[in-house]
């Protein structure tokens, strides 16, 4: 409002939405790495794979709706039935893409041009994209889909004024159109005379002179020019009786006389300032242009709008036929039924062939799933695949699944991964907590919450005990379906406590000491981690192998979470490096010739002591 006093309309008015209210909060976003993985990339984030968009605003529009999800299940099932049709009609959504391909920025344009700021070339792409776009309505007739007829509205009534601007402006408009020649000839017949005078100016004296000899039958008559006076009519001593009045002397030479007119003054005037007013007569249709198009903005902006939604629509019909989803069935119950579900993205990024898994889950019989498993063994990824999966359910979408029913999630909730935001003050831990603040103040019986590794951050007691509280506030208060993946084996009891727990894990395979992740989610729970395994595999040196699996023997034997006295129970740490032994240091600098069998006997106690 500072700097641009004039009235914005291709802005929509401000909407405010509060953070409460909005399926998906900020952090889940993040979590489910929709726009950027966790490390911050964007080309291996889901939006990556997903967006088949090709215009500006279907990939905002796109955008948009993964980060609002539908909450009614008219708009839901409205968007399927799009889909649907586009699937069914495979010609149709070949020929639509075709025409929305090379649309312009429609809404950008539109904001230049209310501050004045848009060239000629935008315009006219403007121009030619309507013409174009224009031709759906001869390739969707009479849908019965409610968003195509609310789409189609706005090619069936585009106003006349858009279409003047192809009829107005030039194909080759130069780049510094301030010069003129970017308008197209028949637009102004003054425009027409202009050009042809400044084309033609040579013709134009010629006819002049030719008329002005027939007139005073003077054979002799000349139009000449010069820099001093310009252009001049020159005649003959032996004619200049036959000059009439309104030729005013202006040069008298020895055989003639040099004269001009009014009319000739006038012509010379046209043609020297031809080129100016051809500039400034071409500029003056452009912004009549500018004007019309300007007061159509409303309408622009709304039919910019709907090819946004076309193209978006289009977009996951071509998802849903090239990935070979499914379309989901929309349910009004609290349950939940993923059947060989995927997560799209690590599906296209292995190399191995990816396993998919169920997840059915209800409010009644199985509410809270804690998942168990070793590390590597596929925990997150599941919690994503599930998150993602029922996202794109709420938008409308197809979705990576063999079959699938799934409810309407008033809030998706996520605990996964883990991050520092040191600048504000806040550790990992810390950031995990305000989250699961977040979490279980906000949730409901109509919510969705994937938790990984809740607790992690601190110390084992604190850790487990706050998971541990974490599962019995969410199934005592009834909040929604739960997903809760952990390393805290202890959890698993809790499903002979909690009448709506259930245990689930990730299935590995044990082959000559080494293990084969199966990936493949089984009913049960883990009995183990196997870190020191997934240590191994990233290349921890052996030596620190072994003495892991020697500790571990140790503290599995001695149950670490009952024995305060652990320490004394662990043998001598094997060091990664060699270390001094005192003993043998002692040994080595020993006089044997002055010690005793006293003092020899003494020794040896006290090194058998010190071993």
Known sequence: RETIKNELKNLAEIEIKQQENEVLPPSTIRNLEIFKTMEGEKGEAFFSFFDRTITPMGKRNLKDWLTHPLKEKDEILKRQEVLSFFLKNKNIMKNLTNILRNTPDIPKIL???????????????????????????????????????????????????????????????????????????????????????????????FEFEKKERERLKIPTLKIKYNKVFGYFIEVSKGQIDKVPNDYIRKQTLVNAERYYTIEIKELEE????????????????????????KEKIKFLTAFSSAIGKLDALLSMAKVAEEENFCLPLISGKNELKIIDGWHPVVAKLVSLPFTPNDCILDGEKSQIMIITGPNMGGKSTYLRQVGLICLLSQIGSYVPAKEAVIPIFDHIFTRVGSADFLHRGESTFMVEMIEMARILRGATEKSLILLDEVGRGTSTFDGLSIAWATVEFLHEGRCGLVLFATHYHELTNLKNELERAINM????????????????????????SYGIEVARLAGIPQKAIERAKEILFILEKADLLKDKNIKKTLPKQLFLFDEENPVLEELKNLDVEKLTPLDALNLIAKWKKEI
């Open 111 to 205: 904001g230049k041009l209310e501050i004045g700021r848009e060239h000629p070339r935008e315009i006219l792409s403007l121009g030619q994209a309507v013409v174009k776009l224009k031709e759906i309505v001869k390739i969707i007739i009479n849908p019965e889909e409610e968003i195509l007829k609310e789409i189609l509205i706005y090619f069936k009534e585009i106003p006349e004024e858009i279409f003047e601007i192809n009829k107005t402006l030039k194909e080759d408009i130069p780049y510094l159109y301030k010069d003129g020649g970017f308008i197209k000839d028949g637009v102004s017949n003054q425009l027409d005379d202009l050009r042809k005078l400044k084309d033609n100016s040579s013709e134009a004296i």
């Open 270 to 293: 046209k043609i020297m300032s031809a080129e100016e007013k051809i500039i400034e007569l071409e500029l003056k249709i452009y912004e009549s242009l500018r004007e019309k198009i």
């Open 505 to 528: 894990t990730f299935a590995v395979k044990e082959y000559k000491d080494k293990i084969i992740f199966l990936h493949k989610l089984i009913e049960g729970a883990a009995d183990r």
